[in-house]
């Protein structure tokens, strides 16, 4: 999705299109932990990362993510020039982490179950969800 917009957008000579970097930001990583490959285990193996101590997860992680986030971060560059990295590099972050909660919240079933019987409103349907996390994130990033 990322190499798809960007290879349009350097053919027909525009900046690429900010929703569209964050639907690829988000997509893959939604359809991921909705997966019967391994998604699930995978939150827990990234939530184990953030309360161990021992680093060893965290750098062998961050190993394989930092490339990606560095590609990110220059596609959002591109798409939204008036704004410096260093404003986009943490919006970035804080959109991982409600991607994240997210993802958490659409495989949960327990969640889902118990919001209604909390007083809460029921979590939306993954589909509208989805809809709902990319509007989120993208007036965090401040893409139109």
């Known amino acids: ?7 349009a957008a350097r053919k027909e000579a525009r900046r690429p299109d900010g929703k569209t970097l964050v639907r690829a930001f988000i997509e893959p990583v939604i359809s991921f932990f909705r997966s019967e ?12 990362m ?6 060893t997860i965290r750098r062998l992680f961050l ?3 930092i490339p990606v986030f560095k590609r990110f971060l220059s596609a959002f560059h591109q798409a939204m020039p008036q704004m410096p990295p ?3 590099a943490p919006r970035l972050l804080f959109s991982i982490g409600a991607v994240g909660h997210g993802a958490d919240l659409l495989v949960d ?5 118990k919001s209604p019987k909390l007083g809460l409103p029921p979590i939306l349907e993954s589909d509208a ?9 993208c ?3 401040e893409v139109t």
């Open 109 to 113: 079933e327990d969640l889902r179950k």
């Open 129 to 137: 969800f989805v809809e709902e996390l990319l509007d989120y994130v």
């Open 50 to 55: 953030h309360a161990d101590p021992d680093d």
């Open 37 to 48: 490959r391994g998604g699930q285990s995978f939150m827990k193996i990234i939530s184990r």
């Open 63 to 65: 190993a394989h993510m």
């Open 139 to 141: 007036r965090g990033m």
């Open 1 to 7: 999705m990322l190499d798809a917009e960007l290879e």
């Open 86 to 88: 260093e404003r986009i």
